[in-house]
């Protein structure tokens, strides 16, 4: 209930846009802000965003990645609730984003693991390992030691065609969205339970006996029988 709150407070209204009121509007900045709200549309970023804070609400953390695919914008949405380990790493100095990593797992349809998967992207490239015992070499060497992938081998290595890391990655510092009040949920479920479990020993009783010859004598003044 808590996450459905907050989801409506943010994306119960789609994304609204608007050209600044300070600039002088110009036919060509008209035609690019119609063709701007016509692919904000047509790839679905309203969607991706919900997803995206779903993810955060729900695990803490979440990812809307970009990429070019036939000289045309794509995007998808990385999430824990679909299997997707994410981690980024900043620079220490500058806080700016140099790596993105997603691990994820291969599994048969009787849910057995087949074997595990990194995808990292950096400003130029995403690069899909994958892992095995021949350990880390040629390209994917300057990942050990800085993302721990060793044990893992290139598959495939792509431009993502953007000048810089084009991914969008929160870590909310408290959690999901009901961490704060995770404790009072489990003292309330604990409560709940002690309360199940006294009702089930002691409210109404029910005396079962069972002999031929069974004789209840009852209180000599109310006539009740008391265990």
Request: hydrophobic residues 35%; contains cysteine; negative net charge.
């Amino acid at each position: 209930m808590i996450k459905v709150q907050q989801l409506i407070h943010l994306c119960g209204n789609d994304l609204h846009h608007e050209l600044n009121s300070s600039d002088k509007e110009t036919k060509d900045s008209s035609k690019f802000f119609t063709m701007f709200k016509r692919g904000w549309y047509n790839k679905q970023v309203d969607t991706h965003f919900f997803h995206f804070c779903d993810s955060i609400k729900s695990t803490g953390d979440g990812a809307i990645v970009l990429y070019m695919s036939d000289g045309k914008v794509n995007l998808k949405t990385y999430s824990y609730l679909n299997g997707d380990c994410l981690y980024q790493q900043v620079n220490p100095f500058t806080s700016k984003p140099e790596y993105f990593v997603r691990t994820f797992q291969d599994i048969d349809n009787n849910g057995t693991l087949i074997t595990n998967y990194a995808e990292v992207w950096d400003n130029k490239r995403i690069y899909l390992l994958k892992q095995d015992a021949k350990g880390l070499g040629g390209l994917v060497a300057k990942f050990r030691g800085i993302l721990g992938l060793d044990g893992y081998s290139l598959i495939s290595s792509v431009a993502h065609g953007f000048n810089e890391l084009p991914v969008v990655y929160y870590r909310a510092k408290e959690g999901a969205c009901w961490s704060v009040v995770q404790d009072d949920i489990d003292m309330y479920e604990l409560g709940f339970s002690h309360l199940y479990q006294n009702n089930l020993a002691f409210a109404f009783p029910i005396l079962v006996m069972k002999g031929d010859d069974i004789q209840i004598q009852g209180d000599e003044i109310d006539g009740a029988v008391k265990g």
